[in-house]
């Protein structure tokens, strides 16, 4: 157990839908991270939040937004949905903005159907 | 962009070890990571390298070269349990802009009796 928890574990919806992930990093970690992982991409860095503020942006797209709100929990949203949302996606927390060690949380599998 | 390559699959024998290389292509270099991945689990954090030589961690060893952009992970005294994918990352500036970290698609490791 990492200590990074995520909310739903599974998630079915439909195309053209919106949904919220959670993500509660490890006590006193300050930085969380988004991660998308799919099969034929494998694992793909969306977004890094620090102590509230965006740090770093990966291949996010347009449709999907996040945020660290100030008890540093982070939600992922992701709208108008499409097929190929379907995926794991990863949380990950570490103590500092450099993420030279991250842990990883359980992760939620989205699927659009 | 970044480019990075691993072997998509590798089997060793439980007691051997097994080398698993990766190499990159990018600018702004700021460190390498690998991490262990079990089938429909989360990643877990095994090794950090930023500077040139090898980080020994049990029986996990990690290997740098910048200049070559080339990395390995060793793996001694390999287990049943240490089949795995097993996941390279790097982290670079590129451009000195913002800073991103990329994940090859991982190597999928077999230990056989």
């Known amino acids: 157990d990492s200590g990074v928890t995520q909310t739903p574990k599974h998630l079915i919806t439909a195309t053209g839908q919106r949904v919220t992930l959670r993500c509660s990093p490890r006590?006193?970690?300050?930085?969380v991270y988004w991660y998308q992982q799919s099969l034929d991409q494998g694992l793909q860095f969306l977004i890094q939040?620090?102590?509230?503020?965006?740090?770093a942006k990966g291949n996010i797209l347009e449709r999907f937004s996040a945020q660290q709100f100030p008890d540093l929990h982070s939600e992922l949203n992701l709208s108008s949905l499409e097929l190929g949302d379907s995926a794991l996606y990863f949380c990950?927390?570490?103590?500092?903005?450099?993420?030279?060690?991250?842990?990883f949380g359980p992760g939620t599998r989205l699927t659009v159907t | 962009g970044q480019n990075i390559d691993q072997p998509t699959e590798m089997t060793a024998t439980e007691g051997a070890i097994v080398q698993i290389n990766c190499t990159y292509q990018?600018?702004?270099?700021?460190?390498l990571f690998w991490y262990q991945q079990h089938a429909g689990e989360a990643p877990t954090f095994l090794s950090y390298?930023?500077?040139?030589g090898l980080e020994e961690k049990g029986r996990f060893s990690s290997f740098l070269s910048r200049s070559k952009g080339y990395s390995y992970l060793l793996l001694k005294e390999l287990q049943m349990k240490d089949s795995a994918s097993y996941l390279c990352?790097?982290?670079?500036?590129?451009?000195?802009?913002?800073?991103?970290?990329?994940f090859g698609t991982g190597t999928r490791l077999t230990i056989i009796p």
């Open positions: 390298n930023v500077l040139d």
């Open positions: 990352a790097v982290r670079a500036r590129p451009n000195f802009g913002n800073e991103k970290l990329t």
């Open positions: 990018t600018s702004g270099f700021n460190g």
């Open positions: 939040y620090y102590n509230g503020e965006e740090r």
């Open positions: 990950a927390s570490s103590p500092d903005g450099l993420g030279n060690e991250q842990y």
């Open positions: 006590s006193g970690d300050l930085s």
